[in-house]
């Protein structure tokens, strides 16, 4: 560490969260880069403790905790063990899911973990969704009951909810064109086979173009 620079605390990050406007009892998916805040005491849990903090015990932070990778699909389906299958998303992610009390969602390929009295209801049910972000998946959920998306040191590339609304304008790059019989393995080590239809990993997005619209609202 740099003595020159200081450390962030959980104090300081959870304040810096109400001045953007999170507040008690909000609902809200983080998107995050560990490394862009530099030195924290207490590393991913500080990060963790300060979004609590921020929405208080009625509220609800998720984290996408993903898995899915551009070699899933009909020929070699996913296998998803919601006890023990790591994500690629992140340290705040996989910190947080590990936690007690943590929720994550059944989907093979783009679960959602969270902590919150509201959590359970936003992750039903994602493993009998036809599409990774649709209508019946935390992301939609999400944004249907006012929920806030926070980006936290990445960018709109990393907004998982914008294959949402991918979805629901029904492109034609975003989804696999042959559905997958997905495994997944429930918190009581029970096995399911579940078809659906996967991400296709061949398209270039260009999802930082929404910056601009969004800041002029």
Known sequence: MNDNVPAVSRGRIASGLRELGLGS???VLVHSSLSSF????GGADAVIDALLDAVGPG???????LTGTRHDGP?????FDVRS???WTGRIPSTLMARPGARRSLHPTHSVAGIGPDVENLIAGHEDAPTPC??????YKLAEQGGYILLLGVGQESNTTLH????LAEVPYHLQPEPTDAVVIDYAGRRHVKRMYLHDWGTPRAFSRIDAPLLEL
């Open 25 to 27: 009892g909000d609902s």
């Open 59 to 65: 509220g609800n932070v998720l984290v996408p905790t």
């Open 75 to 79: 020929d070699r389906p996913p296998v």
């Open 164 to 167: 949402t609304a991918e979805e």
């Open 85 to 87: 299958t790591p994500c």
């Open 38 to 41: 530099g030195y924290v005491e």
């Open 134 to 139: 649709g209508r019946q998946s935390p992301y």
